[in-house]
């Protein structure tokens, strides 16, 4: 079930960003942990009075095993642009929720007239980039050095969908199953 996220969700978003930069892997920018249950709290409540961005979270069997975070750019020249963030248990990966929290991520687009949904993505994270590469994203831009992470200084790869043009593809790689 995707759903958007609750304040009470806080402390199992801390839980599953903590698990998830742990991993030896290097999946997300913070190895240092989350940011704490009443952090993330105040930051869902929050959310509640501000139109331009959301989290959703992904459910199976009741617990939370994934997080989208979405926000448009400010600016007024990029305000059509929104920034994802996407992150799946390591229990619960290949199994259709990456896919699914994207979908959510292209409906609130439309919603909120985005037309171009960005994101950052580390070279190494090859399963990452396979799942949006299939889902319509593109490989805009490579930024080296772009994130410290661990005392390292690492690349990132700058993906974008556009909303419009990607819709049909979307949605016929959503309603498949793949």
Do not use: C
């Not at 979270?57 to 617990?63: H, I, K, M, N, P």
């Not at 171009?116 to 399963?127: A, G, M, R």
């Amino acid at each position: 079930m995707i759903r958007r996220a609750e304040p009470g969700d806080a402390a199992a978003l801390v839980a599953l960003g903590n698990a998830i930069g742990r991993e030896p892997e290097g999946w997300l920018i913070t190895s240092e942990g989350w940011r704490g249950v009443n952090d993330e709290r105040r930051y869902l409540r929050a959310l509640k009075r501000y139109p331009h961005a959301a989290v959703f979270v992904a459910e199976v069997g009741g617990r939370i095993v994934g997080r989208l975070s979405i926000a448009r750019d400010q600016h007024p020249a990029s305000h059509h642009v929104a920034d994802v963030g996407l992150m799946v248990a390591a229990g619960a990966r290949r199994r259709g929720i990456g896919t699914a929290l994207l979908e959510q991520a292209i409906a609130w687009a439309r919603e909120s007239g985005i037309r171009k949904l960005e994101l950052h993505v580390f070279p190494h994270n090859q399963p990452a980039l396979r799942l949006y590469e299939r889902f319509g994203f593109e490989q805009e831009g490579y930024r080296k050095g772009h994130y410290r992470r661990a005392g390292e200084y690492v690349d990132a790869i700058l993906m974008a969908y556009r909303v419009d043009e990607n819709s049909q593809k979307a949605e016929e790689l959503f309603f498949s199953g793949s």
